[in-house]
Structure formats: C-alpha cells, structure tokens
C-alpha cells in the first residue's frame, strides 16, 4: 500500500495566501521526512479554496527540495493549457528528478478560468478526449502531429523525449482524474490509472474500478496492464487519540475553508450552481476516511483497499488550517498509521 499527502495550499479564513503556501510547502517536505510514498499537489485558479495555480510549477520547486518522495499533480487541468506544453513540463521533471514525478490530469469545471485563459467552454464541454490523446502521445512516441478539431500542427520532435526504448528509460506516469462513467471509459480506453475523488465512498470507487476494467477488457488492453492498473483513492486523514477529538478539529476549520472556498468559484456562462452544505459536507469526509486514532485510521485504509481493490491514496492532511498541527499530522500517519499497514 502507497500513502501520500493530497495537498490544495488551502486558504482557510483570516490567513493570507501565502501563509497557505508556505504551509503546503513545508507539509509537502514533511511528509518525505515521515515517509509517505507521494505528495499530490492541486491546482486551482483566482479561488481560495486552493491557492496553488500551475500543479506543475509546485511540484518542480518541491522535486528540488526532495530526494526520495514522489510528487505528483492532482490534478493539472488539461482543458486551460496545451497539451504539448504540459508535456514538455512533465519530461523536463521527469527527466530531472530521476523519475519522481506523476503527472494527473483532469477536465476541470466550467470556470471562469476558460475565458480568461483563452480556452472557451467548448474545450471544458467536448475537447478533453483531444487533449488527452495529444498528451498521450506526447508521453509515448517521438514525433507528434495533430490534425483534430482543436489542435492542428505539423510533426514536430519530442523534446526531450520522455522514454526511450534505446536507454530503456520509461515516460512519467499519467493518471486521470475521474469522476463519470465517460471519464472512467476514457482512462481505460487508454490503459491510463484514475484518480478517484474524496467526495465519493468505497462502495462508488469499486463500481469505477470494475467499470474501468470491464471498459479496458472490451477494448483490447494487455491483460497485464488491467491487473497492473494502479489506481488512487483521494481522502482525508487527521489523526487524534480520540476520534471525537480528530473529527472536531476537522469540524472547527473546514466548513468555514469550504464556504469561502467554493463560494468563490465563477462559471463561465452564468449557469447556475449548487454548492455543497459545508458542514454536511465535512462530517460526510470524516464519515468516509481515515479521521480517528492511529488504528482506526490503518484499519479504513485497510478496509478501502479491500473493498474497492485500490493501493494507492491521496490524503488530505492540512484540514486543520494549522501549520503545527499539520506538520504533527503528517508525522503521525508516517509513524503511526504506516507501520500497520506493511
């Protein structure tokens, strides 16, 4: 089993964004100390609910910072940018960090983000499959062409190439982040992990899990790349020795993050949007995941990974809004809840 730390940079109210960024910073190099096996770095844009904008950029200064723990993007929205310089940026950290980096994207919402960067609703709408599979094939081969609907440009070389079959160095990894039963076909479509969000239980991610294998089986994929899929399960973690006294810290800070948070998000064409109750929202996280003492938090793990048949986790351990008490969070899954997992 992998455990990683989800990270948003959250903006939590009262602080200013660059307390959030110091803090996503230092958990980020805590959490190599405790020997978590991944950090996850969100992006967002012109929102509080998460202060990081290019997942790439953090993950580049954290790869510096590090020397053993992966980093990984959950996830960079792929609509809002070109594929091929997403690309680019994920050889050159892959290439440079010895292989550390995952990169995971995702289709994003339709924000406000569409129209200032140029992209439009329709790449949120119906462009995310071309985006993909240019990014994919930017990852996998030498020379890349497009001719689609959105991207058109002559073959160009791949530079630097993220694998190489002559020095047998293999691409970085590419999730997806999936959230429909169309997203799920698409990453299986194309032998690619999901991504799975903390808004949704154990029982709705093995139904995404057996679709995703049920998708890939009928399209041809290597029976050893079905078995081999490794998929991540996003959560919350906060650890007490008394799950009253976890579950109230978390119930203290994050209704008032979700409020300001999601309150802040803009759509692109005025349609309307239902928000989350934040607090119902936030006892229904300590409800799905590891929030509680050491045991019981190995214990949900344990039982999410048996039930839904994922190994991988994404955790969100800054839920607190405290830099000290995130830093201590962090340590107490790697020394607590880690050892009864292997």
Request: glycine share 10%.
């Amino acid at each position: 089993m992998r455990v990683g730390s989800f990270v948003l940079a959250a903006q939590f109210p009262g602080q200013g964004e660059g307390e959030a960024l110091h803090r996503a910073v230092r958990s980020a190099e805590v959490a190599e100390e405790a020997g978590l096996d991944t950090v996850w770095l969100a992006e967002h844009h012109f929102v509080p609910y998460g202060t990081c904008p290019s997942a790439v950029t953090l993950a580049a200064l954290l790869l510096g910072r590090t020397r053993r723990i992966r980093v990984g993007t959950a996830v960079s929205v792929l609509p809002t940018t070109h594929p091929v310089t997403l690309g680019e940026q994920a050889a050159l950290l892959h290439h440079t960090s010895g292989g550390r980096f995952t990169l995971g994207v995702g289709r994003g919402g339709p924000w406000v983000d569409l129209e200032v960067f140029g992209a439009g609703l329709e790449a949120y709408e119906k462009g995310f499959p071309e985006s993909l599979d240019v990014l994919v094939r930017w990852l996998r081969d030498a020379s890349v062409a497009a001719a689609g609907e959105r991207f058109r440009f002559r073959e160009v070389p791949v530079v630097p190439r993220p694998s190489e079959a002559l020095t047998e160095i293999e691409g970085p990894e590419l999730v997806v982040a999936c959230t429909s039963p169309a997203s799920v076909r698409l990453a299986a479509e194309r032998g690619l992990s999901m991504l799975l969000g903390m808004h949704v239980g154990d029982e709705e991610k093995a139904e995404m899990v057996a679709l995703w294998r049920q998708h890939a089986r009928a399209c041809g994929r290597p029976a050893e790349e079905i078995l081999g899929a490794s998929h991540v399960s996003a959560g919350v973690c906060q650890i007490a020795d008394r799950r009253v006294d976890a579950a109230e810290t978390l119930i203290k800070a994050m209704p008032g993050w979700l409020k300001q948070g999601l309150e802040a998000h803009v759509t692109v064409d005025g349609r309307t949007r239902r928000m989350r109750d934040p607090l119902a929202y936030t006892e229904l996280l300590c409800g799905l995941h590891p929030v509680g003492t050491p045991r019981l938090c190995a214990d949900r793990l344990a039982a999410t990974s048996e039930r839904t048949g994922i190994s991988r986790f994404a955790l969100l351990v800054e839920g607190s809004g405290d830099l000290a008490a995130t830093e201590e969070n962090v340590r107490r899954l790697g020394a607590e809840v880690l050892p009864q997992l292997a």
